[in-house]
């Protein structure tokens, strides 16, 4: 294990960003998000989770696909290349690695259709994961089994009062570490960050939502047809107002469309994120396949907690980062789905 | 505020009881503060999971539209509004999007609304005034504002007092935070098309996200300007955006310019006034030009 005072992290991250580009978690706005590191930009490693996830800097929001022009009566395809770029991001939270882990289902798990782009993005991007020490009330990652203070990544980090531990995970964890060795200490043993860990466990178990993965258990790939013809979804769904809020600000939500877009010179195809709340989310002849904002709203919540695990192997596409709980302009969530329809009351 | 409650609670027990109203739209209690959700109440049972406190924030006119349509042998549905939100139902009244006689409309008294990280909102420190529009009846009164109010139309005269580089690059770096989520658009009570041009794929403008950076501008400021002369200043575009954008100095810029070319106008506030924005009358000013004859000097 190494370590370096929390006053000289500037070194660190100067360190990392001659290995590509280094994104932190950047104050802007009032918010943070993952941004590239530049000296003087507003660091924020306090906050617990950054207000979107790391999943744009693998996935995001809009990428071009394919250029279409026209000469004459002839039209050329230029597809879009392959990311190749080194990267690095700094500060990922055990919830967001884990939210890349099923992101990596959907888009690498069948080697006949892999998603070269996100694949690109895997391949070059080390994330360097922090480890969370004082949870806020909305996160639940212990229910999906998502450790927050041993989170996985290509290395793992703790800031213990004014120094911060690092520790390789993965080979190319290796290879950061030696590029960043120059200006870290040696630290022998692990002491120094046990207590930090069990104090975080510990704040964990006391949050609010501490005792959702008891309500966990009715869910999963157990009796579909049940879970989908609850009749608690006509009021789960009343209150939403079919933004997507919810679908953006989640790591794992990786639905998206396919557009044109009109240069004026040409056609430029790209992908974007969509959403299952959208009334136009897989807009087809016929219209949107689920009519109302129910059954909507019952697809996103389905698709999370039963059809993911069915297909993954039990694995649910939600992390409990706790960003729809905080941002959803009404208050309800996949934590009060999870509990309603497992037969608990909130509150 | 714990008094307010069980006097709502009352109230809505006696409405469901007596079958006067088939529901009653009030907010459901969650897991910790910041945490309340719009809910139908429809048995009398259920009212002991109704929360009203100093962090229920969401509005519920909106769900009028809906609920106030629904057959229910032609009974009326219970609301409690908020003192600004009686400005939205007055709004929804008078572009006839929720009828008045479906609706048993019950004021709420309120005494600010506080966020997650327990400050006061934004949209409550620049309060419009606790008084109580449109409703049968009011509980609790008119509450008393007890903070030193912040000029609504500070912001925009920040603004205002720009060079026209200064005030671009500001919108562009706010706006360039934009995730096209539509939270803003879907609270608003007055984005209540039947169908909104950015949800139709044959306009050729997205919207679930920015093509470029004239997409990102080209959503707001069609927002903005659908708005004008209807928005309330109910402050929820901006309580609900998750990137933190302040919209309400969109909203009030408008509403600043309006009242100083038309007099002072409260969208939502009567329902016999016909908006500055969509009536006409010879002297109305012509905002863009001070004297055409003159050769059209700018103003505004
Ligand atoms: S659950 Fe909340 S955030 Fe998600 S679409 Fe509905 S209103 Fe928006
Ligand atoms: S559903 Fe909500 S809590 Fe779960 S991963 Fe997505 S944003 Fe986080
Ligand atoms: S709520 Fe905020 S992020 Fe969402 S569309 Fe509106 S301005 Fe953009």
Not at chain 1, 326 to 337: G, Q
Request: charged share 25%; with cysteine; aromatic share 10%.
């Amino acid at each position: 294990m190494l370590k370096i005072l929390m006053s000289d992290i500037g070194r660190l991250f100067e360190r990392l960003s001659s290995v590509g580009t280094l994104y932190l978690p950047i104050e802007g706005g009032g918010q943070t998000a993952f941004a590239p590191w530049r000296a003087g930009a507003d660091v924020q490693l306090d906050r617990v989770n950054t207000d979107l996830s790391v999943k744009g800097l693998f996935f995001p929001q809009t990428e071009d696909i394919a250029f279409f022009k026209r000469e004459g009566k002839k039209i050329s395809v230029l597809p879009s290349s392959d990311p190749d770029e080194p990267f690095a991001v700094f500060g990922v939270r055990a919830c967001d690695v884990r939210g890349l882990e099923v992101l990596d289902k959907v888009f690498l798990d069948d080697p006949a259709h892999m998603d070269t782009f996100y694949k690109g993005r895997r391949e070059n991007g080390a994330l360097i994961a922090l480890a969370c020490s004082s949870p806020a009330e909305t996160c639940f990652c212990g229910a999906f089994g998502v450790d927050l203070a041993e989170p996985s990544g290509d290395v793992a980090a703790w800031i213990v009062d004014n120094t911060l531990y690092w520790e390789a995970k993965t080979q190319r964890g290796e290879r950061l570490t030696e590029a960043v060795r120059p200006v870290m200490a040696e630290q022998s043993g692990t002491s120094a960050v046990d207590a930090s860990k069990k104090a975080a466990r510990d704040a964990l178990a006391a949050a609010p939502l501490a005792s959702l993965k008891d309500s966990l258990s009715a869910w999963g790939a157990n009796d579909m047809l049940t879970l989908f013809s609850s009749p608690l979804w006509a009021n789960l769904s009343m209150s939403c107002v079919g933004c997507g809020t919810c679908t953006y600000v989640c790591p794992t939500c990786q639905c998206y469309d396919v557009q044109d877009f009109d240069t004026g010179h040409g056609v430029t195809r790209f992908r974007c994120w969509d959403s299952c709340m959208y009334s136009d989310f897989t807009l087809m002849a016929s219209g949107n396949p689920r009519k109302t904002q129910l059954e909507r709203f019952r697809q996103r919540f389905m698709h999370k907690l039963v059809y993911f695990p069915e297909k993954y192997g039990g694995m649910f596409s939600c992390t409990g980062c706790g960003r729809c709980l905080s941002k959803c302009p009404v208050s309800m969530n996949i934590a009060k789905v999870i509990k309603a329809v497992g037969g608990v009351e909130n509150g | 505020m714990q008094n307010v409650r069980e006097l709502m609670i009352k109230k809505a027990g006696e409405m469901l009881s007596s079958g006067e109203v088939y529901g009653v739209l009030a907010w459901e209690r969650g897991d910790f503060a910041c945490d309340q959700t719009p809910a139908l109440f429809t048995s009398p049972e259920s009212l002991s999971r109704l929360a009203y406190d100093e962090f229920t924030a969401p509005m519920l006119s909106k769900y009028l539209i809906n609920e106030a349509k629904k057959p229910n042998e032609g009974k009326k549905v219970m609301v409690f509004l908020k003192p600004c939100d009686t400005y939205n139902f007055g709004h929804l009244l008078s572009e006839h999007k929720v009828e008045r006689d479906r609706v048993y409309a019950v004021g709420v008294a309120c005494s600010g609304i506080f966020s997650r990280e327990k400050t006061l909102l934004e949209k409550c420190l620049a309060c419009k005034g606790m008084e109580f529009h449109h409703c049968d009846e009011v509980i609790g009164g008119e509450g008393k504002i007890t903070w030193d109010k912040l000029d609504r139309f500070a912001g925009v005269e920040m603004i205002e007092s720009m060079t026209p580089s200064e005030r671009f690059e500001f919108w562009r770096g706010e706006l360039s935070r934009c995730i096209r989520c539509n939270a803003c658009r879907n609270v608003c009570p007055v984005c209540s098309c039947v169908k909104c041009v950015f949800d139709n794929p044959g306009s050729g403008v997205m919207s679930k996200s920015n093509a470029d950076e004239f997409e990102e501008n080209m959503f707001h400021i069609i927002r903005a300007f659908h708005v004008a002369g209807r928005c309330t200043d109910c402050g929820e575009c901006s309580r609900v955006c998750p990137r933190n954008i302040p919209l309400h100095l969109l909203n009030r810029k408008f509403i600043k310019d309006v009242n100083a070319l038309f007099g002072p106008y409260q969208a939502g506030a009567s329902l016999d006034d016909a908006s500055p924005l969509t009536s006409y009358s010879v002297n109305d000013p012509e905002p863009g030009y001070k004297d055409k004859a003159k050769g059209g000097e700018r103003v505004a």
